[in-house]
Nanobody, 125 residues
């Protein structure tokens, strides 16, 4: 069984920062070093979109909308995935999902093998 549990969401004013974390258990926990993981988000009325991914060898990919503001990191010892979000904008408001087991490690929702339950991020202007 795979479980991904996100934490760290909340409300912040534009220009502020938040840090999301994702704790893995089960299959992902046992094979953590070899798994591609990432963050996706979904705003109300919009499709789920890729935010950032990190491959098993540490290569990162970011959506253009978050480049230079968001940073993904993976702690293979603690088995946690983190997302540091700086200079937040109202358009970053969404439910953020931790994802693991991405086919071909692509920033595409359809490639995701496992999802977390999501954590809400709200940025006010």
């Amino acid at each position: 069984q795979v479980q991904l549990v996100e934490s760290g969401g909340g409300s912040v004013q534009a220009g502020g920062s938040l840090r999301l974390s994702c704790a893995a258990s089960g299959y992902i926990y046992r094979n953590y070093r070899g798994v591609c993981m990432g963050w996706f988000r979904q705003a109300p009325g919009k499709e789920r979109e890729g935010v950032t991914i990190i491959s098993s060898n540490g290569v990162t990919t970011y959506a253009d909308s978050v480049k230079g503001r968001f940073t993904i990191s993976k702690d293979n010892n603690k088995k946690t995935l983190n997302l540091q979000m700086n200079s937040l904008k109202p358009e970053d408001t969404a439910t953020y999902y931790c994802a693991a087991g991405l086919l071909n490690c692509a920033l595409v929702p359809g490639s995701v093998g496992y999802w977390g339950q999501g954590t809400q991020v709200t940025v006010s202007s």
